[in-house]
T-cell receptor, first 115, second 115 residues
């Protein structure tokens, strides 16, 4: 069974600084997706960034980028120039590319941003 | 506007009183799923549906039922709620793998309390 592990239950960062959230996963599949979702206090699940396993280039979305290490099964999220609005729970998630879409989540990392 | 709509958003009920949480999506997605979110456990899948009249158990299906009679709707039924079903519930939808981005679109969540 696929598993996703986020080893940092809580993190904090100073405003304008950079922070990296860790995620590792376990799978025997070779073709899959990886995601980072953000859940602010409003509870809405918001997609931050998405990576396709067959792409070696790391995905980037404005201040958000990932470090995807396929051999190590690692998928960390880097937030640059942190803003107060980045404070949220962040979930790493995985799904296989074929068949159904059983999005498997990690337990989350709560990020605090300090002004 | 593309969206997943859940109702009710908040509900307090008592043990044993049947309830239904509705979910509707307007994106013509084949795939729909229910998750529950509990502190320290992340999001866990309850049931999912690949298409109309096709449903399957997720990781934590006990105590829940679902149906998929129409493509747009996927209600979650608690026949006899118990206090351990107190949780935050999310409905999500997405395209079928291989023809889409793998992303799931989430509703705003339903906070259920069972006394």
């Amino acid at each position: 069974a696929q598993t996703v592990t986020q080893s940092q239950p809580e993190m904090s960062v100073q405003e304008a600084e950079t922070v990296t959230l860790s995620c590792t996963y376990d799978t025997s599949e070779s073709d899959y997706y990886l995601f980072w979702y953000k859940q602010p206090p409003s509870r809405q699940m918001i997609l931050v960034i998405r990576q396709e396993a067959y792409k070696q280039q790391n995905a980037t979305e404005n201040r958000f980028s990932v470090n995807f290490q396929k051999a190590a099964k690692s998928f960390s999220l880097k937030i640059s120039d942190s803003q107060l609005g980045d404070a949220a729970m962040y979930f790493c998630a995985y799904s296989i590319r074929s068949g159904n879409t059983p999005l498997v989540f990690g337990k989350g990392t709560r990020l605090s941003v300090i002004a | 506007e593309a969206q997943v709509t859940q109702n009710p958003r908040y509900l307090i009920t008592v043990t044993g009183k049947k309830l239904t949480v509705t979910c509707s999506q307007n994106m013509n997605h084949e795939y729909m799923s229910w998750y529950r979110q509990d502190p320290g456990l992340g999001l866990r899948q309850i049931y999912y549906s690949m298409n109309v009249e096709v449903t399957d158990k997720g990781d934590v299906p006990e105590g829940y039922k679902v149906s998929r009679k129409e493509k747009r709707n996927f209600p979650l039924i608690l026949e006899s709620p118990s206090p351990n079903q107190t949780s935050l519930y999310f409905c999500a939808s997405g395209g079928v793998q291989g023809r889409d981005t793998g992303e799931l679109f989430f509703g705003e969540g339903s906070r259920l309390t069972v006394l």
